[in-house]
């Protein structure tokens, strides 16, 4: 029982640690979109290798990240946080419903499924944002309306970007390094066989 605990705290607060550190080094976000978008990688990272119960560490890293690093408050954000924190978990569930979740086969990576899970989290991502900050800004009389091209493109484009350039460095350097170094931290699917 402590050994579960245990690890549901490890794994939590490496997740939020993880979305952290990768926010602040992505820099500021602009309510137009990012050339790049890295944290959304962090999060689909995040639950490929914790799985998602580490949801809640998820929803709290992208909250703080939000206020301590894009000066943002907890009004009107909250609705933004959970699609961050929904879509990578709607993309993932989404290729398992359809049997496309395996990212490693017989010890090695399929790239094939990461791209697929970068563009279908950006997609998510950007489709459910838009509608959340046009919903917001609805409300809001002196707002200009969003042009819905610029940021269905620049929020696409930023967020295949950073999910592909998160994954494939996680798949490419960190998950070998876990191998090589401590194996047991691998989780099961991850394994080679």
């Known amino acids: 029982m402590q050994d ?3 690890g549901f705290l490890y794994k939590n607060i490496i997740s939020f640690l ?3 550190f990768v926010t602040f080094i ?3 976000a602009f309510i137009s979109g990012n050339i790049i978008w890295l944290p959304i990688g962090a999060v689909s990272l995040c639950y490929l290798l914790f799985g998602f119960n580490v949801f809640i ?7 703080f990240s ?4 894009h000066d943002s408050s907890f009004i009107g954000i909250n609705l933004i946080h959970l699609v961050g924190t929904f879509s990578p978990l709607l993309a993932i569930a989404s290729m398992k419903f359809f049997k496309l979740s395996n990212f490693f ?4 990576l399929v790239f094939q499924h990461l791209l697929f899970l ?3 989290t950006a997609l998510y991502n950007t489709l459910m944002k838009f509608f959340v900050y046009s919903y917001l800004s609805s409300g809001k009389p002196d707002d200009l309306p969003i042009n819905a091209i610029n940021f269905i493109t620049n929020y696409l484009i930023g967020d295949v970007l950073g999910c592909l350039a998160i994954l ?3 798949a490419l350097v960190v998950v070998p390094g876990i191998r090589f170094f401590a194996p047991k931290l691998v989780p099961s699917k991850f394994k080679a066989k």
Do not use: D, M, R
């Open 57 to 63: 560490a998820v929803f709290l890293a992208i909250t």
């Open 4 to 6: 579960k605990l245990a």
């Open 66 to 69: 939000s206020l301590w690093f």
């Open 18 to 20: 993880v979305i952290i």
């Open 118 to 120: 970068a563009i279908l």
């Open 105 to 108: 086969e017989g010890g090695k």
């Open 26 to 28: 992505n820099g500021q």
């Open 168 to 170: 494939f460095f996680a």
